[in-house]
């Protein structure tokens, strides 16, 4: 089983949700676009795909794995997290 650089794993997340916005962004433009071309969004093919790989990364970041630590595991005592309440 072949380990991956967890940094570089979070960019290649991104990257794919990007890509994916940007195709979803195309097929927006071709399916439905914006015929009067009064549209400041959706009147150009690359507005269209840079909206939509826009919204891709945004949804790659509020898609976390919730690790909180480099090592891969998401168990607070090999983050070093206090658990404890400080109230």
């Known amino acids: 089983m072949s380990t991956m650089n967890p940094a570089l794993k979070k960019t290649l997340k991104h ?19 914006c015929n009067s071309g009064s549209c400041a969004i959706t009147s150009g093919m690359g507005n269209t795909m840079l909206y939509g790989a826009l919204w891709g990364y945004l949804v790659s970041l509020m898609t976390g794995g919730g690790c909180c630590c ?7 005592s090999s983050c070093n997290i206090d658990t404890k309440d400080e109230a």
């Open 70 to 76: 480099t090592t891969g595991s998401c168990s607070s």
């Open 15 to 33: 990257l794919l949700f990007a890509a994916a916005g940007a195709l979803l962004g195309f097929v927006y433009y071709q399916t439905i676009g």
